[in-house]
């Protein structure tokens, strides 16, 4: 079977969701994840648990976070190595540093690379933030332990780093290779992937087992990692049970609430509890329509985890348009006749051409 080990990062214990409404709730959930991919590594009877940086917030966590986090690694009982990150740095205050920490708990407590032993043979090389930048922690680092060499540490993957990601710890797959590093367990971005050649697996974000913002791509989860007979097998599991979602509403010239009412329910099917959801209205309405964003959130959202919406729609009245002596006055008055005709590509054109005349992204009918 070989050597298992559950490899976890980006938990982010008591972060603030402050972007819409449901805030608490998701933070209790990424406690609830920690347990589960606790649970994880039990049953998989994993050899040991990796951390790979930011399992929780410094700026905010306190003694509920550390009793909580530690009965979970004892709960654990095997071997736990911890690379903290930039949210969870090493110092005298940190968690990591009080006397209660469990006995089968190891911190990497310094930004250069130390080695354990793993059960089973191989090595675990660990290399932590303190409240300083770490620089580049592959730069100049040489892995020649007997057997497969694993690096644990928290950093940024400079060749596909997520856009506006502030980058930390930054390093290459050329600097990997050059380190002698079999394969490196990391955290930082919360999209998980994995990167690999004709070795293997070379570098495993596991993911935040919870999404943490909006917009995330990758999986959500821990990473099973199995070395055997010298070599990496690496199998990704998700654990995440919120979704942060971007949806948009095309109102299409709506006239009535009933029929903003009808298009929002729409764009919302298929969400439920577990669905923290920010929903865009778009398109053109018809003049004097009524679009009460706060009542929609209200009787749409109420079997959400949260529901924000903003009113990004253009009300226009096709036929006060088409008297405006100017370009989109005879541009309207020639759609608006053949529309009246029956030509329903003029009347979809229609809300095209207003809302590009508006200055806004004309959204698909």
Not at 213 to 230: P, Q, S, Y
Not at 235 to 257: C, F, K, M, Q, Y
């Amino acid at each position: 079977m070989g050597t298992v080990i559950v490899h976890a990062a980006d938990v982010h214990l008591e972060t603030t969701f402050t972007e819409l409404r449901g805030g608490a709730r998701r933070r209790a959930a990424l406690a609830d994840a920690f347990t589960r991919l606790v649970d994880l590594a039990l049953e998989r009877r994993a050899a040991a648990l990796t951390l790979g940086g930011d399992v929780y917030e410094g700026a905010r966590a306190g003694p509920q976070t550390a009793r909580f986090l530690f009965e979970q690694l004892a709960r654990f009982g095997g071997p736990v190595y911890v690379a903290p990150g930039n949210h969870d740095p090493y110092h005298t205050r940190a968690l990591y540093a009080r006397g209660d920490l469990p006995p089968n708990v190891h911190v990497f407590t310094e930004p250069a690379w130390a080695a354990h032993e793993l059960p089973g043979g191989g090595f675990l090389y660990g290399f932590g933030h303190g409240p300083s930048e770490p620089g580049r922690p592959f730069a100049g680092a040489t892995f020649e332990g007997s057997g497969t060499r694993i690096a644990l540490v928290h950093g940024s993957d400079e060749q596909r780093c997520p856009p506006g990601k502030r980058a930390t710890a930054p390093f290459t797959m050329d600097e990997i290779d050059a380190s002698g590093a079999s394969c490196v367990l990391t955290g930082h971005y919360h999209g998980g992937y994995v990167v690999s050649d004709d070795r293997g697996p070379r570098l495993v974000y596991p993911g935040s087992p919870e999404p943490i913002k909006f917009g995330e791509r990758g999986t959500h989860g821990v990473a099973v990692v199995t070395i055997e007979d010298g070599r990496v097998a690496v199998e990704p599991v998700e654990l995440a049970r919120t979704r942060l979602l971007d949806r948009e509403a095309n109102l299409a010239d709506a006239s009535s609430e009933q029929t903003v009412i009808a298009a929002v329910e729409l764009s919302l099917a298929g969400c439920g509890r577990d669905d923290y959801v920010r929903l865009r209205l778009t398109g053109t309405i018809a003049a004097g329509t009524r679009v009460d964003a706060e009542m929609l959130a209200d009787r749409c959202g109420a079997q959400l985890g949260a529901l924000d919406i903003s009113d990004n729609t253009i009300a226009a009245d096709y036929a006060a348009i088409a008297r405006e002596p100017n370009v989109r006055g005879r541009v309207v008055a020639d759609l608006l006749a053949r529309a009246d005709a029956g030509d329903d590509d003029a009347r979809r054109a229609l809300r095209y051409a207003v809302t590009a005349f508006e200055g806004a992204e004309p959204a698909p009918a």
